[in-house]
């Protein structure tokens, strides 16, 4: 009984040494703990999902819209990329930076453009995130025909939307695939 009594209030003396440490309650009240069951960590598993499609969609937007005026037979390639629903915006990336260069093209400004989406990918998902990720393909043509859907609400009726130089048009990419 006695040992019971001593521990006890040793370990009451050591937490009220401790709260008096300073900074130790804001530590304390910053961390949270997260509960382990199976709903949780869906959702937890669709949030990263849901921030990756979103990452990738935004890559995507933008790099069509900065190669859109540039021609080269790499964007042929690229046209025909397909990926999975866990595929990153880096990936992306990574892969079109290897079709650049096995085509031979100048770098320095494909370098330039994916560093400029990639940037725009990770500055806008925090603010479009649910958007970005509901508007996720799996394929470049389906991307380029998301463009081109935006382009139609954006230039009404009245007004011709830009033409896309530098890629060829959606439908006839998925006529393809």
């Not at 009451?12 to 304390?28: A, T």
């Not at 806008?124 to 394929?139: D, M, P």
């Not at 998301?146 to 530098?166: A, C, H, I």
Request: charged share 30%; hydrophobic share 40%; net charge positive.
């Amino acid at each position: 009984m006695t040992i019971i009594i001593i521990t006890a209030i040793s370990f009451v003396s050591e937490n009220f040494m401790l709260n008096r440490h300073k900074g130790w309650n804001e530590l304390f009240s910053s961390v949270s703990l997260k509960s382990t069951h199976k709903t949780d960590i869906k959702s937890y598993i669709q949030d990263d999902l849901d921030s990756i499609q979103a990452r990738r969609t935004a890559f995507l937007a933008r790099f069509i819209v900065l190669r859109e005026g540039k021609r080269s037979r790499a964007h042929r390639f690229i046209e025909k990329q397909c990926w999975s629903e866990r595929t990153t915006a880096e990936e992306l990336c990574d892969l079109f930076r290897a079709i650049f260069k096995n085509n031979g093209d100048q770098m320095d400004l494909v370098e330039r453009d994916l560093r400029r989406a990639l940037k725009h990918a990770h500055t806008s998902v925090a603010f479009f995130l649910r958007e970005y990720s509901q508007r996720a393909t799996l394929n470049f043509a389906s991307a380029l025909l998301d463009y081109e859907l935006s382009n139609e609400l954006v230039f009404s009726s009245d007004q011709k939307s830009p033409r896309v130089n530098g890629w060829r048009r959606a439908r006839d990419l998925l006529k393809e695939i």
